[in-house]
C-alpha cells in the first residue's frame, strides 16, 4: 500500500512537499517514482530514486524538484520549489519492482498510490 500526503493549492514560486510511504512491504530492491497526470494528457514521470540513491528527473522539473529517500521508513518525498502553473496536475507515487532509477515509464512500475492534487495559481 502506497499512502501520498502533502498536495494542495500554491502560488507561482512557492513550494510543496510530497510524502508517499509504503506499508507492508518485503522488497529490498525497488524504485520509487513520482509521476504526474493532467486530464487528457499521458502519466509523465517527474522524479526516480532508486535503493543505490540513484536519482532522474524529468526536464520540466530538473533543477526544481528534489526527491529523497527514506529507506528506513519506506518513504519518498518530493520538494518542489519554484512552483510554475503548468506544474498543476495529479501527482503520483509509484514502486517498480527491482527496477533501478532509470525506470521512467509507467508500465516499469507495480504499485500506484491513490494520488496527490497539486494546483499551482498564477
Known amino acids: 500500500q502506497l499512502v501520498e500526503s502533502g498536495g494542495g493549492s500554491v502560488q507561482a514560486g512557492g513550494s510543496l512537499r510530497l510524502s508517499c510511504t509504503a506499508s507492508?512491504?518485503?522488497?529490498?530492491?525497488?524504485?520509487m517514482g513520482w509521476f504526474r497526470q493532467v486530464p487528457g494528457k499521458e502519466r509523465e514521470v517527474v522524479a526516480t530514486a532508486d535503493v543505490d540513491d540513484g536519482t532522474t528527473y524529468g526536464d520540466s522539473v530538473k533543477g526544481r524538484f528534489t526527491i529523497s529517500e527514506d529507506n528506513a521508513k519506506n518513504t519518498v518525498y518530493l520538494q518542489m520549489n519554484s512552483l510554475k502553473p503548468e506544474d498543476t496536475a495529479m501527482y503520483y507515487c509509484a514502486v517498480g519492482l527491482g527496477a533501478s532509477n532509470l525506470a521512467l515509464q509507467v508500465y516499469e512500475y507495480n504499485y500506484w498510490g491513490q494520488g496527490t492534487q497539486v494546483t499551482v495559481s498564477s
Open positions: 507492508g512491504f518485503p522488497y529490498t530492491r525497488y524504485c
